[in-house]
């Protein structure tokens, strides 16, 4: 990997159907040579795939959340394995994590409403090894 990947992936992470035309301008490399590197770099596993950016808002999911997680045992997949089970149709786990320090998880979820994220974290709570969550709320991303 050199600076001129570096660019591509910069060019492709802005607009991942970016054309390799469009990009080997940015970059200044022909269209073969980018073309090239696109390849060596998705067979060597740097590029793992090509994704859809989704606009929540557009979708109605305009308030997100950060949910921290107390698990009280180390069996950290059944419990995401619970909560994925019960998040209902008006919301949206983005993102889980888990974390050092105070918490064990992370989540960042989607909603409608304020009614919607407390009885998803309600539900949580009633997952056994979950001691408490801790809710903050994303002004801005």
């Not at 394995?81 to 320090?101: A, T």
Request: glycine share 4%.
């Amino acid at each position: 990997m050199d600076s001129l990947d570096f660019d591509i992936l910069k060019c492709l992470k802005e607009d991942g159907r970016m054309s390799h035309e469009r990009i080997a301008q940015s970059v200044k490399l022909s269209r073969p040579a980018v073309r090239a590197r696109i390849m060596a770099m998705e067979k060597s596993g740097v590029i793992e795939g090509y994704t859809t950016k989704v606009n929540y808002d557009a979708l109605g999911f305009n308030i997100q959340v950060f949910v921290y997680i107390k698990v009280a045992s180390m069996c950290y997949e059944k419990v995401m394995k619970d909560i994925y089970e019960s998040v209902p149709n008006q919301l949206i786990i983005e993102d889980h994590y888990r974390i050092s320090g105070e918490w064990c998880l992370l989540l960042r979820v989607m909603c409608h409403t304020q009614e919607d994220i407390t009885k998803f974290v309600d539900r949580v709570l009633q997952i056994e090894s979950v001691i408490s969550t801790n809710t903050v709320f994303i002004f801005k991303s």
